[in-house]
């Protein structure tokens, strides 16, 4: 049922896409209907060029013959549309259960709208049950971690910090080179300051945190398409 409701949302979103956009392509499984849907437009004579979120992004969009640009190349986007590891009602989003959060940021704040697909189990009511993914560079790890834990107490925000690992046991690695920590925190009563606040750690590269930058979204769930915001 659950890739029944993300093949829905996304192609409710792929309706939204127009001849000459700039896309910004997501990752992830959610994402992935999306381009697959864009692709089959393409080649029945839509006219885009996709930016990738993720190298998996890259190679799905190439198999499905979209054009592709790096954000160098076009740094202004007209859309972007990804998934959400949790979204609340003011459309403020963790991301970053798949690794991509680093150029998921980048390119939705080089897009003039984000609308994020997902299956209605995505929406809460407060942030943080799902653990929030910190990218952080491997150089002094620990004492980066130690760094995140000490903000986090002082937030009054208890939870575990576990650096995230491959199938073989290895550190995890993102297209970027980077780590991911993933903070277990339960809740995350005040975003806005943590999202600021942890920007402020040297070796924090970035962090899961999407505020202010989806402008709508389409959830799909049993009883329908739910829309928030503006698409």
Do not use: C, W
Not at 45 to 73: C, F, H, M, N
Not at 110 to 120: E, F, K, L, W
Not at 171 to 194: C, Q, S
């Amino acid at each position: 049922m659950s890739d029944n409701l993300k093949r829905a949302a996304a192609e409710r979103a792929a309706q939204l896409v127009t001849n000459g956009m700039r896309l910004g392509l997501g990752t992830g499984s959610t994402a992935a209907h999306f381009v697959a849907a864009i692709g089959e437009r393409v080649r029945g004579g839509l006219k885009v060029v996709g930016v990738p979120t993720s190298e998996a992004t890259r190679e799905q969009a190439q198999r499905e013959g979209i054009p592709l640009a790096t954000l160098d190349e076009m740094p202004e986007l007209d859309l972007t549309v990804d998934g959400a590891d949790e979204l609340d009602d003011d459309l403020r989003l963790v991301k970053g259960g798949g690794g991509a959060l680093l150029r998921e940021k980048i390119v939705a704040s080089a897009s003039r709208r984000m609308v994020v697909i997902a299956d209605g189990s995505k929406r809460v009511a407060k942030l943080g049950k799902f653990p929030l993914p910190i990218e952080v560079v491997p150089f002094g790890l620990t004492a980066t971690e130690r760094a995140i834990a000490k903000l986090l107490e002082s937030l009054s925000m208890t939870g575990e910090l576990r650096l995230r690992r491959a199938a073989d046991g290895a550190p995890y690695v993102t297209d970027g080179g980077h780590f991911i920590l993933d903070a277990h925190l339960g809740r995350i009563d005040k975003p806005n300051v943590l999202a600021s606040t942890l920007n402020n750690i040297p070796g924090v590269v970035e962090h899961g945190l999407f505020l202010g930058l989806a402008t709508g979204a389409i959830l799909a769930t049993g009883e329908g398409l739910v829309e928030l915001g503006q698409l």
